[in-house]
């Protein structure tokens, strides 16, 4: 048996500059740059965790709450929630800031699984996930009754 991780041990900060390439005629980046980057950071915490390739299975859904603008930095922080036989739940927060005024504000956090895959591209087991706090805790239940409705949600989809 794989000897547990910490979910420090997974944690990622990706920080980026907005530029006018990554918004739209408003001057609000779009969604879908904001999408990838939480992609991005999401799998390089189920692989620093995994210590192997990974791949998306699922991103929840992504509720914009506030707008991104060009010239923001924003930074996409993720870590482990729920490491399973082969799969991890992986919390991303993103945070956009504008430097000038100083002011921070979350903008969206996203729940993302990824597999990880052995040197034949199939689903390879993964470490078990050390909880240590009850934060850690509450999120592996919530990440728990997340994967279960997924589940749900696929059986039905497939049926």
């Known amino acids: ?10 944690e990622v900060t990706l920080s980026v500059v907005m530029g006018p390439q990554d ?17 991005e950071a999401g799998g390089f915490a189920a692989m620093r965790h995994a ?9 929840d859904s992504m509720t914009f709450i506030e707008p991104i603008r060009v010239g923001d930095l924003v930074t996409f922080s ?8 082969t ?18 504000r979350r903008s969206n956090t996203a729940y993302l699984v990824f597999v990880a ?5 199939k689903p390879t087991g993964v470490p078990p996930l050390q909880l240590e ?14 994967q279960t409705y997924r589940k749900q949600q696929q059986s039905r989809e497939t049926s």
Not at 24 to 35: A, D, E, F, Q, S
Request: aromatic share 2%.
């Open 78 to 85: 993720a870590a482990l929630t729920y490491a399973g036989r």
């Open 87 to 104: 799969s991890m739940e992986v919390r991303v927060e993103v945070v956009a800031e504008n430097p000038i005024e100083g002011r921070s």
């Open 133 to 146: 706090t009850e934060e850690q805790e509450r999120r592996a239940r919530e990440a728990k009754a997340r």
């Open 23 to 39: 918004t739209n005629g408003l001057g609000n980046v779009h969604g879908g740059v904001i999408m990838k980057m939480v992609d």
């Open 1 to 10: 048996m794989t000897e547990a991780k910490h979910v420090e041990d997974s």
């Open 51 to 59: 210590r192997r390739p990974c791949v998306t299975v699922v991103m």
């Open 117 to 121: 895959l052995d040197n034949e591209g």
